[in-house]
């Protein structure tokens, strides 16, 4: 006769009813996760550079130069607030600078902002574009190995609140700004907030336009997108801990070594 048999017919003593368990919520799904961001870094993108010289602007000016340049003026003014600041490039290169390359040092350095930097000479003030992807939704967790050409899907929204602060900062700078959305590359390969800020010349309604090389108009804008950094690391990122670091644990004490058995050297 089997075990199961025996306990069948052994008959079980009474116990007092006991009252159901309480059921136990299920767990909400946990919120979807995006790279931790160095808050106070921010990563400049100059575009073109070397023989791509980019677009041809009025007296001889070329588009590589003139975002070089901005970048350069841009730098001082991000330090002043407490920014690290890294550009892709610091001078113009020999060679061409490729998107890839462009987004891989962006992917390393994990930046709290990627600005890539572009001019015109259509239009006027400033055209703001963030990456046009769609947004991944709330419920959709992304592989540990991002897809490389929709790695921006995730970060789309916090790339557009980074237009709205640009944006908002420059209006109040009485300066016109278009927001936009447009995958100039390498912007859907890059996993932290990036917006492609394009200067373009700036065409009052009354009186003689600036240029893009207009340094004056430059500093204006320099300004107001310091600003929008600035309130964007605080609106976005989690403040440094107030907390002092816990102190190193102890160095561990030596362990003493026994004495030598004298009779043992005999």
């Known amino acids: 006769m089997s075990t199961a048999t025996c306990l069948a017919q052994t008959p ?19 919120p979807r996760q995006v790279p931790a961001f160095y808050r106070n870094l921010i990563l400049l993108d100059p575009a073109h550079g070397g023989p791509d010289t980019g677009a041809q ?42 998107t890839d390359q462009r987004a891989g040092t962006a992917n390393h350095l994990h930046p709290l902002a990627c600005i890539l930097l572009h001019a ?29 050409a929709t790695a921006q899907a995730q970060i789309v929204p916090m790339s557009l609140r980074l237009a709205n602060e640009i944006g908002l900062a420059l209006s109040n700078a009485q300066l016109p700004v278009v927001l936009l ?31 893009v090389t207009d340094l004056a108009y430059q500093q204006r804008m320099i300004e107001a997108i310091t600003t929008a950094l600035a309130s ?5 990122t989690p403040a440094p801990s107030a907390a002092p670091p816990a102190p190193p644990p102890p160095a561990p004490k030596p362990t003493p070594v026994p004495a030598a058995n004298p009779g043992a050297a005999k």
């Open 181 to 211: 959305r447009a995958s100039a590359p390498p912007i859907d390969n890059l996993i932290c907030p990036a917006v492609t800020v394009e200067l373009a010349p700036l065409v009052p309604s009354s009186g003689d336009p600036s240029p």
């Open 120 to 148: 015109t000479a259509t239009g006027t003030g400033i055209h703001i574009a963030s990456s046009s992807l769609t947004p991944l939704g709330d419920g959709i967790s992304p592989s540990r190995a991002l897809p490389w």
């Open 12 to 30: 079980a003593s009474p116990q007092p009813a006991q009252p159901p368990p309480p059921a136990i919520p299920s767990p909400a799904a946990p």
């Open 57 to 98: 602007l009025p007296d001889n000016v070329l588009e590589k130069d003139v975002v070089l340049g901005f970048a350069q003026r841009l730098r001082p003014a991000l330090a002043a607030q407490g920014f690290t600041v890294i550009s892709t490039r610091d001078s113009d290169p020999a060679a061409t600078l490729t």
């Open 232 to 236: 964007f690391r605080t609106h976005n």
